[in-house]
């Protein structure tokens, strides 16, 4: 992001796992630190220069407020900055809707945010919902998840499986490699070298995928020589649709917890 680009003053709420993934980006991407500030009672570790306070300033007021905090905080830390008008307020906090946000806070406009942990290396995704349509709000919430990876607009009935996907993506992408490098272990590699290969094999594939204009599925079958291993390989995978019915009980049991998440924060 360019100077000119970034916001005056923004406040982080939360920098744990992910608010200060965000937050590291941010800097690394050229935001200067100096004008950010993160509210955290944890006194969390934070790039050099970015002012770290345990409670919000009072009577003072960002830009852009970024809520990182669990979701059952939003309470506590509504009371705690009740009055600070952000001209935008960002939630990533998951489940809860536009509506419970605007319900507890007074920014001017509400970006509702589902980013996921690979923000780290500015290859993450980010999906963003909003209560204004206002073309400069809009390109403004763009213009700050930009660096942090791929950016897209989701309709709000769709955010809780937005956020199973993506959002937890990587921790079922996580397993995925620790469960690849263990069964080649089970069948005889050093565990050390069996995790090698599972990274650097998961690694090249997701990059091969993300470039090709081929779907995955064509991708796979690339991979298969006819008459060879890999088609047997698949075909364990694809009995019954095993891995598919398990990814999509997978994501169920999350869009659930993330409905019941969404629940709590209307009351
Ligand atoms: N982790 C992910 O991959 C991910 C992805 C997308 C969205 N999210 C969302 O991001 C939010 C944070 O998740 P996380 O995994 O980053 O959790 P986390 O690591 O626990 O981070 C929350 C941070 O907020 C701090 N905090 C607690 N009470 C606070 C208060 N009153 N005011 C300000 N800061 C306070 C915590 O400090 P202490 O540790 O000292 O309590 C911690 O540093 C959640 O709403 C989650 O749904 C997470």
Known sequence: MSDAQAPARLWLVGAGNM????LRRWVASGIASDRITVIDPGSPAVPEGVRVLAEA????APD????AVKPQMIDAVAEAICSAEAAMLVSILAGVEVAALRSRFAARAIVR????LSVAIGKGVVA????????????????????????????EALFDVVTALSGSGPGFTYRFIDALAKGGEALGLPTDQALRLARATVEGSAMLAAQADET????ADRVASPGGSTREGLNVLDADAALVRLLTDTLAAATRRNAELAAAARS
Do not use: F, K, Q, T
Not at 113 to 116: E, F, G, K, L, S
Not at 216 to 219: G, K, Q
């Open 128 to 155: 963003l919902h909003g209560d204004s349509e206002a073309p400069a709000l809009r390109a403004a919430a763009e213009a700050l998840m930009a660096p942090l990876g791929h950016v897209e607009w989701v309709e």
């Open 19 to 22: 608010g200060g993934a965000m």
């Open 216 to 219: 995955p599925a064509i991708l």
């Open 113 to 116: 945010a589902m980013p996921n």
């Open 64 to 67: 852009i407020l970024i809520l």
């Open 57 to 60: 300033p009072d009577g003072d």
